[in-house]
């Protein structure tokens, strides 16, 4: 069993690929009906296996289309954050990919997990992201890193127009350190 053979098949059965899922996933929820979780999240840990004995880009990409396929249950972000021992690489490529549900689940990590320049590469996503969830939940975690940086930034969303961006700016500004 291989990453690769089980994302094929979760793409075969959702009839996308990873490149049409950003656009044509909707709002998801959906993701959580394929039947072949148990096989997929065996074949990220040995992947995340690999991965930790080498370096290898593509599994990588394997594994971030995977992060991004699972974000409602958070279980390979989880699998990521426990069993992968140097999280920089992946970070990296997980926020650098197209996979905007990859992007915010890195930022969330980065939130909750000592990783070398992590403020930086949440500053970063805040500012050159165009995807606002991903740009919220990168906020979100910068709060927790350095909130009177995050403080700083979020007085720039407080008039934005998305109403779940403006809300969570309020709460960091009004939150004390």
Known sequence: MTLETEL???????????ETYNEERGLGEWEIEYPGWDELY??????????????????????VYALAIDNE???V??????KLESKLRFV?????SDQSQARWQAAEL??????????KILVNLISRDKDKYVVRRALMSLAKVNHVKAADFAKGYLKDPDPFMKLVSKEIVKKKA
């Open 77 to 82: 972000l989880q699998k990521v954050d426990e």
């Open 110 to 119: 980065l939130g909750n997990t000592e990783v070398e320049d992590r403020e």
């Open 73 to 75: 249950s958070g279980t």
């Open 42 to 63: 065996k074949a990220a840990d040995e992947a995340l296996e690999q991965l930790n004995k080498e370096f290898n880009h593509d599994l990588a990409q394997l594994l």
């Open 8 to 18: 094929a098949k979760f793409w075969d059965w959702a009839n996308m690929t990873p």
């Open 92 to 96: 990296k490529k997980a926020i650098n």
